[in-house]
């Protein structure tokens, strides 16, 4: 009842604000994506392949989001596809995201605020994993933005969820039910978008052949477990018009429609036509086509299912994979103090990188440790989801609550919100579900997020310490520098000195030894040496000669006493 309560309150806002919904087209070229498009806003919107060249400028053309190309990653599929050049025919086109947003007002006069996400390239590569994975990595990160505002401290209050509701899947018609590529895609891409599978250009079919065609994708889509978006009913608990539209609609899928950009008037009312040369189909026509059908569940009957169904259960399908997977981080934290400590809003990111193989260990442990928990204190409001603060209650099924608490069964495929709601109300045997819900939601995250801040606090406080440790070590160090330099400064000066002094020392004997070497003439003892006299005269010559002979004489006996030149140079030598 709460829950119903706090559904048609938000719903009112919704309607007050504008609804956001959003619609994504995928499928191969030329299955009739653009023209479903613009039938179902009755307004030829978006540009057919062929017609950008002659384009108005005022005509509005879709924006890229994101393009990849493996072959050329230069290369836009959206550009690629507007300004085609038979020179590039030969080049795979990748694939590119673009959205057209706009808004609405629907058959209830209310505002409905429609993004388009077309996909095109997709299918035109040799191999289209490429594209399959682009698809998915652009819903996983509008998840990711929806999961990084919710666990923000302040939220944004303009915020945009972007995240795509529906993914309307066209399947070329070729009458043999799907390929590989279909398969594999809706399969990958139902983890993130309700997918409804649609047989576009349907015309091409008799009767036979395409209630032939439906049946071999439905056992197709039965055959390879695709999860697409069911019209599933509860015969018990749902109203008899709901079980009767949901049986009609559920027989009817594949929707198979037929669109046209042309307008035209059948039977006097404006409508949207196709001319053949034998007549005119109205596509609203639901004799021959399921367009109008679609329409009205796209943008009417189910729209607020297909966003509950996205929020519910494949965005908290998500949402607790990406926890739980946190939960592996304290492993990694430990390993890896490079990494900073997840704060609410880089989450996403950090879960991004997890595994989640510890899923049914982590959540039993936690359940167990938390069992005596009062689960409502001390949980921070922000980190309460939404719509636990919306006072929605638990919408975990009973498939889900037994994955939880480590059972064997896998959480049952989605389906109908109907479905799923009424397992919610039911109790669990032996957990109670409103508990579980905020323990898997809350605690888990309230845990680790606790241990990693420890954990966190701690390496900051080693960190401090260790810094501490370093500038002393440097001070320590610049000091022993400066004492060296010091050392080294006095050290220099001695040396310097004791140079100057041998320099004067060696100037000193220098001195002596010139000295000790000028001849010394002695007259007899006693008596001063007189004046050289002068070269040239006969003194001289004669002086000269007594000179040498006393040279050779000195010489001879420096030879026997070498050293002992002091007596050899005063007067007394000469008496000998
Ligand atoms: N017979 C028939 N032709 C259709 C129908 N819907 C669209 N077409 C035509 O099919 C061609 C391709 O349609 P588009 O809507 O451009 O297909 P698309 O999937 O957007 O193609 P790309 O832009 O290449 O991705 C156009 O000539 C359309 O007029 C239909 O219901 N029946």
């Known amino acids: 009842m709460a829950r119903n309560t706090s559904a048609f309150l938000r719903r009112r806002k919704d309607i007050k604000r504008g609804i956001r919904f959003t619609i994504m087209v995928v499928g191969p070229s030329g299955t009739g994506k653009t023209s479903f498009i613009n039938s179902i806003l009755d307004q030829n919107i978006l540009p057919h392949k062929y017609q950008y060249s002659n384009l108005q400028p005022s005509h509005s053309v879709p924006k890229t ?12 599929a959206f550009e690629f596809q507007k300004n085609f050049d038979p020179a590039l025919a030969n080049k795979e086109p990748g694939i590119a995201i673009t959205e057209t947003s706009l808004e609405i007002i629907d058959e209830d006069e209310s505002k409905v605020m429609l993004s388009i996400i077309d996909t095109p390239g997709f299918g035109d590569n040799l191999d289209n994993e490429i594209c399959i994975q682009e698809i998915c990595n652009f819903l996983e990160q509008q998840f990711d933005l929806a999961l990084s505002e919710e666990t923000r401290v302040r939220r944004n209050p303009r915020f945009v969820d972007t995240r795509v509701h529906a993914c309307v899947y066209f399947v070329e018609p070729t009458g043999h039910g799907l390929r590989e590529l279909d398969i594999q895609t809706m399969k990958k891409l139902s983890k993130y978008v309700n997918i409804l599978p649609v047989i576009g250009r349907s015309d091409s079919f008799t009767k036979q052949e395409l209630s032939d065609f439906k049946r071999r994708i439905n056992q197709d889509i039965e055959r390879f477990k695709i999860p697409t978006f069911q019209f ?129 260990k982590d959540m039993k442990n936690i359940t167990n440790q938390t069992s005596n928990m009062n689960l409502n204190s001390g949980v921070p409001e922000m980190i309460k989801p939404k719509y636990e603060m919306d006072n929605n209650s638990s919408i975990l099924n009973d498939e889900e609550l037994k994955s939880i608490t480590g059972g064997v069964k896998p959480p049952m495929p989605y389906g109908s919100s109907r479905e799923h709601s009424s397992s919610i109300t039911s109790n669990h045997s032996h957990v109670d579900a409103k508990k579980m819900r905020k323990i898997s939601e809350t605690v888990p995250y309230m845990l680790r997020h606790e241990s990693l801040a420890t954990k966190q606090h701690k390496l900051e406080r080693l960190e401090q310490r260790s810094a501490m440790d370093l500038a002393k070590r440097a001070a320590d160090l610049e000091k022993k520098a400066m004492e060296l330099k010091l050392k080294e400064k006095k050290l220099r000066e001695e040396l310097a000195k004791k140079e100057q002094l041998e320099k004067k020392l060696n100037a000193m004997n220098a001195a002596k030894q010139a000295q000790a070497q000028q001849p010394v003439i002695s007259v007899g003892p006693g008596s001063a040496p007189g004046p050289v006299p002068g070269v040239g005269s006969p003194l001289d010559q004669s002086q000269a000669f007594a000179n040498k002979s006393h040279l050779n004489r000195s010489s001879a006996y420096s030879s026997e006493e070498a050293g002992d030149d002091a007596s050899f140079v005063t007067g007394d030598d000469q008496s000998h």
């Open 65 to 76: 989001i994101t393009y990849s190309n493996l072959n050329d990653p230069g290369l836009d």
């Open 232 to 360: 599933a009913y509860d015969e018990d608990e749902d109203d008899e018009d709901v079980v009767e539209e949901h049986t009609f609609l559920s027989q009817l899928q594949p929707f198979a429609i037929i669109t046209s950009d042309e307008e035209g008037e059948v039977n006097g009312v404006k409508t949207r036509v196709r001319r053949y040369p034998w007549g005119v189909i109205d596509i609203n026509d639901t004799n021959v086509s399921d367009f109008a059908i679609l329409k009205s569940v796209l943008l009417g009957s189910h729209l607020q299912d297909l966003k509950d169904l996205t929020h519910e259960f494949l965005y908290e399908a998500y949402r607790t994979e990406k926890l739980v997977s946190v939960a592996d981080l304290r492993d990694e934290f430990t390993d890896d103090t490079q990494r900073g400590t997840p704060s609410m809003s880089n989450l996403a990111d950090i879960a991004n990188s997890k595994s989640i193989a510890q899923f049914g």
